[in-house]
């Protein structure tokens, strides 16, 4: 019994996380959470506290499933840079998914919530710093790793990496099609493994 209402907590999220994802903290309104939930009012405010606490949740569940995704494909690759390349390759494929939006819902979140949503704000900008540190700790292992310069600080190749993610992710809302997505990502991540040292040299070899 208590499985299967984890279960139904989980799956509960999951659609409240696509809602929210496509539609934005404001405009989802406590009927259409009924509507895609299954839920009453009632039910909703016992199982998740508020709106608002049903929508911070659902951002800890998008980051933690983003996070998932990144690790798989960071540790498919001995080389640092390289799982930062692949990974930049993968967002290339936005546009052949089915998603409630191509944008990250932690920066749609940023943009959209204001002082009055402090709490779910913070919560947007904590998780977003995290896949920021992520980034920066692999630059810094490529750096232990001597793929990458010692004079190159991580910390800003871990937010340009981070401001391209967003602005791929925010350029595959345009109605520009799969293949422009694609090269742009290609283009990205080429620009990327160009920081391995003796990448020049590497490329003349193959």
Same mark, same amino acid.
């Given at each position: 019994m208590a499985r299967a209402m984890i279960h139904n907590r989980q799956d509960s999220l999951e659609r409240a996380l696509h809602l929210f994802w496509q539609k934005g903290?404001?405009?989802?309104?406590?009927?259409? !959470?009924?509507?895609?939930?299954?839920?009453?009012?009632?039910?909703?405010?016992?199982?998740?506290?508020?709106?608002?606490? +049903?929508?911070?949740e659902s951002l800890e569940r998008y980051a933690s !499933?983003? +996070?998932?995704?990144?690790?798989?494909? +960071?540790?498919?690759?001995?080389?640092?840079?390289?799982? +930062?390349?692949?990974? !930049?390759?993968?967002l290339g494929g936005l546009c052949d998914q089915d998603l409630p939006s191509r944008a990250c819902m932690l920066v749609k979140s940023l943009l959209e919530l204001g002082e009055r949503e402090h709490a779910a704000r913070s919560k947007a900008e904590d998780l977003l710093a995290g896949m920021e540190a992520r980034f920066v700790e692999r630059f810094a292992d490529a750096q232990k790793m001597g793929e990458l310069d010692s004079g190159l600080d991580p910390?800003?190749?871990?937010?340009? !990496?981070?401001?391209e993610v967003m602005g791929l992710r925010a350029f595959a809302q345009r109605d520009v099609g799969s293949a422009a997505v694609h090269a742009l990502a290609e283009d990205m991540a080429q620009s990327l493994e160009a920081l391995?040292?003796?990448?020049s040299a590497d490329s003349h070899m193959h």
């Open positions: 903290f404001h405009a989802t309104s406590l009927k259409d !959470l009924e509507k895609a939930l299954d839920m009453r009012p009632g039910s909703i405010y016992a199982t998740f506290g508020s709106k608002d606490g +049903l929508f911070q !499933l983003g +996070l998932e995704n990144l690790e798989r494909i +960071l540790h498919a690759h001995e080389s640092p840079l390289a799982g +930062l390349a692949a990974y !930049l390759r993968g910390v800003r190749l871990g937010r340009r !990496l981070q401001a391995r040292i003796n990448s």
